[in-house]
């Protein structure tokens, strides 16, 4: 219990220190994903009954070697990868074992404490094991992100780990036929737990993958298209009215860039350099459609004032002036609640922070993320579509720079990585079974991710009102209905498959 407590107090200091990053979305991901782990350790001590102490067994945490390349035996080096079992609500010796992947950031005990799938854990008397990602939080080499090491970055060796997880954790708790496994995961971690029981049906019986963009794309247009629907959705606080105003403010900050007013958009947009280079003027483009984008995918969580509604309370402030003047107010809200004195528009700051090999063992890795950009998935959010909001300079062909200059992977190469990629695991139409894809219908991802039924057992869920990955926080009792009956049906399902599970070992 005293260690559960230094750890949190840990974590709450490292709150303090604000991460910089060259992009808004970035810095807003980071925040998201701090806010989380702040709820989940409040949830996690609040349950636990901090002030009337009840003995209970916190999480294992442990480290598994691996190795670097599962696919060549010649290559001998091992890297470690972190783990955490929670052993609590598990009812021995036929408990299902429920996986949660990590990717994209670092993973913490939290993976096994609090969250949707715990409930169920709780519910269903499961053995809960969680995986960090290679390359992510502190499953990396020190070496691990030099341009040499990153090849063994990719989603094939993440799901040949999970495999060796598997086998692990089996040897180590001396699981059975018995012991049904069901894996979780959500966003890029949504897509491996849909394509681990895809891949390897013998080694997970089930899986729940939420908000998951499992159709990879070059250009990915559909997300500022779906940006530009929620911003227009009276559910979540938007109008018609405010999506006209976002339109007329980012034209006239468009004209002011083919106009060549720098000088102005430094001044009004509190740029903390000048805008040099014709990529610094994308990158504030690029930063202010961002504050509307992170409001959209995550809307306010982690951060009160990033909501829908908010920014368009602002956007319809008609008191602050023309649209372009209410979008410096956003600007300016955005900037203080980050507290940061002036907004990075600097495009080679961006590029030296993706070239930095410097190992951070928390948040999100955005140079590893970017890597499996260029080399899987695209996913560019671009702004050269008419339905788009924002600003005409986000291109596709500044995001496809990024890969040239970052990792030296050339535009056509990305583009055979991304068919590669679909033809690999089936895009949005895999011939899996017993998946639940989960999604919300404010989340822009939901437009590369499975939204109907594909057969009796591959299932989709799209929830009305929601963003990105809502479904698997804990349940509070202000959550909206739609996402209230997700729930229902998700853990309906996972019931389901437990008892069919069942049968079938009766059977055979
Ligand atoms: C697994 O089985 C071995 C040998 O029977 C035993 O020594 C060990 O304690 C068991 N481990 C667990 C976690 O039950
Ligand atoms: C699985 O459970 C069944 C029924 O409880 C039991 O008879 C069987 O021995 C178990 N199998 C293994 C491998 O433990
Ligand atoms: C990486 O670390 C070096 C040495 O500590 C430091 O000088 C540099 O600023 C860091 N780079 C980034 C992008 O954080
Ligand atoms: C990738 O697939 C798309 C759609 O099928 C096709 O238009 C494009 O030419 C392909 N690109 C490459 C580089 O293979
Ligand atoms: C998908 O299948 C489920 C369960 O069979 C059913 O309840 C649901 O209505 C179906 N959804 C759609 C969009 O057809
Ligand atoms: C979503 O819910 C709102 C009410 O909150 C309703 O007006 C709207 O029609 C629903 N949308 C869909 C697609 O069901």
Redesign the pocket.
């Known amino acids: 219990m005293g260690h559960m407590v230094l750890r949190a107090l840990g974590l709450l200091l490292s709150l303090l220190i604000l991460t910089e990053a060259a992009r808004n979305f970035w810095l807003l991901q980071e925040r998201v994903l701090q806010w989380r782990e702040v709820q989940a350790m409040k949830e996690t001590l609040s349950k636990r009954q901090l002030l009337r102490p009840v003995p209970w067994r916190s999480p294992t945490e442990g480290v598994l070697r691996q190795p670097l390349d599962h696919f060549n035996r010649q290559e001998g080096r091992v890297f470690n990868q972190r783990f955490w079992v929670n052993e609590e609500y598990w009812h021995l010796p036929a408990g299902p074992v429920f996986l949660y992947i990590g990717g994209e950031s670092s993973l913490s005990q939290f993976s096994v404490l609090s969250g949707h799938h715990m409930e169920m854990a709780q519910k269903y008397g499961a053995l809960a094991v969680a995986l960090e990602h290679r390359f992510y939080g502190a499953s990396i080499n020190p070496d691990g992100l030099q341009d040499d090491s990153l090849r063994f970055l990719s989603s094939q060796q993440a799901l040949a780990d999970l495999a060796s997880f598997h086998l692990f954790i089996t040897q180590k708790y001396n699981l059975t036929q018995n012991n049904t496994w069901i894996c979780f995961g959500g966003s890029y971690p949504g897509s491996l737990a849909a394509w681990f029981r895809l891949k390897f049906p013998h080694l997970v019986f089930a899986a729940v993958a939420s908000s998951a963009p499992v159709r990879a794309q070059l250009d990915f247009t559909g997300y500022n298209q779906v940006v530009a629907a929620s911003l227009s959705d009276p ?1 979540v606080g938007g109008s018609a009215k405010c999506h006209g105003a976002v339109v007329q403010a980012f034209s006239a900050v468009d004209e002011r860039l083919d106009a060549g007013r720098l000088a102005e958009l430094e001044k009004d947009f509190h740029s903390c350099g000048p805008l040099r280079e014709p990529s610094d003027r994308e990158q504030l483009a690029s930063n202010l459609a961002d504050i509307f984008m992170g409001a959209v995918q995550y809307n306010s969580e982690g951060f009160q004032d990033g909501s829908v509604a908010k920014l368009c309370h602002i956007m319809l402030d008609e008191g602050l002036g023309s649209p372009y003047q209410r979008l410096m107010a956003v600007n300016k809200d955005f900037l203080e609640a980050m507290a940061f004195p002036c907004m990075q528009n600097s495009h080679q700051r961006l590029v030296d922070e993706l070239r930095s090999t410097n190992l951070s063992l928390t948040g999100v890795g955005e140079r590893q993320w970017y890597f499996q950009t260029c080399t899987e998935f695209g996913y560019y959010q671009t702004c050269e579509d008419d339905t788009c909001p924002f600003s005409r300079f986000m291109t596709l062909s500044s995001q496809l720079d990024l890969c040239a200059q970052v990792f030296g992977v050339a535009a056509e190469r990305v583009a055979e990585a991304v068919n590669f990629t679909n033809e690999y695991y089936g895009a949005d139409h895999p011939k899996a079974s017993r998946i639940l894809f989960v999604n919300g ?1 404010i989340d822009p991802w939901h437009a590369l991710s499975v939204l109907k039924n594909q057969s009796r057992s591959e299932l989709a869920i799209l929830i ?2 929601t963003s990105h990955c809502a479904n698997m926080s804990p349940s509070k009792p202000s959550d909206p209905l ?1 996402l209230i009956l997700a729930r229902e049906w998700i853990d309906y399902h996972v019931g389901d498959w437990l008892r069919l599970a069942r049968k079938v070992r009766s059977a055979s």
């Open positions: 559910v219908d009305n009102g739609p």
